[in-house]
């Protein structure tokens, strides 16, 4: 790579990725901005509660219950005969969500309890300046409560280290936090200002909300780090950020829809929250949802079954994840034949045991797509003697029946709060599945 590779139009999409990530701060919020994206690009909401009459050409968009959206525009072309073309990847980040018994008070120093969502770095996540994001629902009327988006811009909390002067062992032994005594985030001290007794978050949250402390019933709050992304390396040639797993994902596929002008094509981009913690949910990559949708476009595009089951056969995924990037330290962890640079191209990601989709016949499609963005492309595959991680891929390929590739961009610190990934890669990604949304 030289310095000339990265040209302002390359900079602009990596930029634009971190402004999405640090707009996005949970998966509610991730899916509210992919939203106003499809709002400003003319596509129009759907509802799973309505009937749907679609038009060939038009872009719609449908989200179940605020952190899963699937979006697609649909061709002109017989769907029975083309197919659709699905980009998948999640919302979802690993971190903390806020305990319902919210405030603990541990001998005069207020703190929130945590519990670990998926599977995060835990110790990435001391000396942060950790904020809250989420969603939390309110008193109603009506037997369904009203149900709003809250986030936090200032640094709220905090979870501090233990000084090396108590913990001599630390840089030997690793930094261990104990999962129940130890996560909890410091936000404040309890003197008299801070009447005991009051509930301090509570009334946090009911100033942020605008709303009487008594009428929140519930949330949903994720823990986020408020530094920005940002860019590194001697050409910045890098990017540092929280969530590249997997908002990295979504914005290729979200640009290479939006960007793209085949009208022939049905696009569809679907991205679930809850990949991080096994995806079996009302609205995971093993719900309904995807299976939902498809079958309602077909049927909207005047489908009959036996149509709709010629348009799986024809169809194609591409399940778009992050993948791990070559780390010279740590040597020992990689399969040495199969390591994957930075901003050296998206990475196929293969598993003989199927904890990735990918096959042979879908290993060369994702190649070609490649091959025709002219972009580089490199092979991932995790060491025997390690277990594997998964995606939403093999659920999807097995639920649907439709042939599936896993790829996705290298890169370093998976589930760090502070992850990072190359800049180039991001604009080969996306002009690859630009291809792969466009072309027959
Ligand atoms: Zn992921």
């Known amino acids: 790579m030289n310095q000339s590779d990265i040209n302002p139009d390359v900079r602009q999409h990596a930029q634009a990725l971190l402004d999405f990530i640090d707009a996005s701060p949970s998966p509610w919020h991730a899916v509210a901005s992919i939203r106003q994206s499809l709002d400003d690009a003319g596509f129009t909401a759907l509802r799973e509660t309505d009937s749907w009459e679609l038009n060939a050409g038009s872009g719609y968009y449908v989200i179940r219950d605020d952190s899963s959206i699937i979006f697609f525009r649909l061709g002109e072309d017989n769907l029975q005969h083309s197919g659709f ?225 010629q348009a799986l056969a024809r169809s194609l995924l591409i399940s778009a994840d992050m993948s791990h990037a070559w780390q010279p330290s740590f040597a020992s962890a990689y399969e040495p034949d199969h390591h994957v640079l930075v901003n050296s191209g998206p990475v196929i990601k293969v598993n003989a045991n199927h904890r990735y989709a990918s096959n042979a016949v879908t290993e060369a499609m994702f190649m070609q797509c490649c091959e025709q963005a002219n972009v580089p492309w490199q092979h991932y595959v995790h060491r025997n003697d390690i277990p594997c991680g998964s995606t939403i891929g093999p659920m999807s390929a097995a639920r649907l029946g439709i042939q599936t590739v896993d790829a996705g961009n290298p890169m370093w610190a998976m589930h760090s709060v502070r992850e990072s990934a190359g800049v180039l890669d991001h604009t080969y990604f996306t002009a690859a599945l630009s291809v792969f949304l466009g072309k027959n």
Request: aromatic share 6%.
């Open 85 to 309: 073309r699905i980009i998948g990847a999640h919302t979802d980040s690993p971190g903390f969500r806020i305990k319902p018994n919210a405030l603990i008070d541990k001998q005069d120093t207020l703190m929130l309890g945590v519990e670990v969502y998926g599977g995060p770095i835990l110790a990435t996540f001391t000396d942060r300046d950790l904020s809250l994001a989420g969603r939390v629902s309110l008193r109603s009327e009506s037997v369904m409560p009203e149900t709003r988006l809250v986030k936090f811009d200032q640094a709220l909390a905090r979870i501090p280290n233990l000084a090396i002067h108590m913990n001599r062992d630390v840089n030997t032994s690793g930094l261990k936090l104990d999962l129940q005594n130890q996560l909890p985030l410091l936000l404040t001290v309890s003197d008299d200002k801070h009447s005991k007794g009051t509930d301090v978050f509570r009334s946090l949250l009911a100033q942020q909300l605008n709303c009487e402390s008594d009428a929140i019933l519930s949330w949903e709050l994720a823990v986020f780090d408020t530094h920005c992304g940002g860019f590194w390396g001697t050409q910045s040639e890098f990017i540092a950020d929280s969530q590249l797993d997997n908002l990295a994902s979504c914005h290729a596929g979200m640009r290479a829809l939006l960007d793209s002008d085949n009208h022939e094509l049905t696009q569809v981009c679907a991205f679930f929250d809850h990949e991080e913690i096994g995806s079996e949910s009302v609205k995971g990559g093993n719900s309904s949802f995807l299976g939902d949708v498809l079958n309602r476009i077909a049927i909207a595009h005047r489908c009959d079954r036996q149509q709709y089951r």
